[in-house]
C-alpha cells in the first residue's frame, strides 16, 4: 500500500512542498528573526481556491503562533475590495487579478504582486439562455453589469475594443459580482461580465450562456503584498507563501476535498465549485515573465481604450508592480 504510485506522487509534492518552506525560510531567516508581529491580516475569496484551503486547514496559524502572531481573515468580494483593503492598511496581503492590479498601482497603491495562486480562465461574457445576444457587437446599446477594476471589467474592456467598440457604446452598471449575476436573473441588465463561481452558478443553474470567451485575457490571479509590509516583515511574506505552497500541493492530490471546500465556501452546490475548478489551473506559484508579458498587453490594451492615461508607462509599471524576490528564493519555477 505505501509503495503505491498514488501514495509515491503525493509524498514527492509534499518533500516539495517542504523544500520550498525551507528555502522561503532560510533567505529570510535574518530578518524572520528580528520580525515582531502581532497580527497578520490576509484575505480568503472564493475566486482564489488555495486561500479557502489555507483557512480551512489553519496550517497558517499553526505555524504563526509560535512566534505570537495571529491570523486575521477578511474576505474579498473581489479584486476591487482586496485592493481597497491594501491601500487603506487593512490587509497586508490580498489576492487579485494581475491586471487589477496593475491600475491599483497606478493609482498610487503601495502593494507587489509577490506569488501567483491560479492560472484561471474566471472572466467571461454572459446572457441568458434566451437572450439575442450572440456576440460583442450585439453588445452596442446595451445594459452590462460589471465590477470596476477587477477582471471582468478588463476582460470587458478589451472585448468591446477588439470590435472597435468602447464603454460609451455601452451601459455600465456597476454592481459587486453577486449583485451583477442578480441582475442577470431578473432581467435588470442584457450582459454581465462574470466572475466565478458565480459565473459558474449561472451556468449550471441558470441556463446562462458565456456568449465571448477568451482564456489568454484573463490575467493571472496573484497575491500581493504592502510593499511596507513587505520590507518591515519579509519573513512572515516568506511563511505565507510557504503555507501557499502546501495548500496547492494538497490542493491537487485532494480536488474531491478541495471542491468541498470551495462549495462550502461559496455557498454553492459542489457541481458549481466543480465547473469552476475546471478552469483554474494550479501548476505552478511561480512569478516572473509570463505574468509579466499578460499584464502588461491588457495595461497596454486599456491604455488604447482610454482607460489608463497615455503619460502612464505600462511596462514600466508592471516592472514596478511584480517582485519575484520571494519566490525565487524559494526555487518555484
Known sequence: ML???????????????????AALLSAASPALAAEKLAELRIDYA???????????KGWLEED?????????WVQSLGSNKALEFLNAGSLDLGSTAGAAALLGKIGGNPINSVYVYSKPEWTALVARGDSPIKAIEDLKGKRIAVTRGTDPHIFLMRALASKGLTD??????????????????????????????????????????????DAAANTWGVLNAREEFAREHPGTVARVIAAYERARDWAKA???ELRSILAAAARLPENV???????????????????????VAAGLALQQQGVIAPEIDVKATTAALIDDSFVRQAGLR
Open 3 to 21: 509503495s503505491s504510485p498514488l501514495f509515491r506522487s503525493v509524498s514527492r509534492s509534499l518533500s516539495r512542498a517542504a523544500l520550498a518552506a
Open 46 to 56: 472564493t475566486y482564489n481556491p488555495l486561500s479557502l484551503v489555507l483557512k480551512s
Open 273 to 295: 465549485a466543480a465547473r469552476q475548478l475546471e478552469r483554474t489551473d494550479l501548476a505552478s506559484g511561480a512569478i516572473g515573465a509570463p505574468q509579466t508579458e499578460t499584464i
Open 64 to 72: 504563526l503562533k509560535k512566534d505570537g502572531t495571529s491570523v486575521r
Open 254 to 256: 485532494n480536488p474531491a
Open 168 to 213: 460609451k457604446d455601452v451601459k455600465l452598471v456597476l454592481l459587486q459580482h453577486q449583485d451583477g449575476r442578480l441582475a442577470l436573473e431578473k432581467g435588470d441588465v442584457d450582459a454581465w461580465a462574470g466572475l466565478d463561481p458565480l459565473m459558474a452558478q449561472a451556468e449550471l443553474e441558470l441556463g446562462a450562456r458565456l456568449f465571448y470567451r
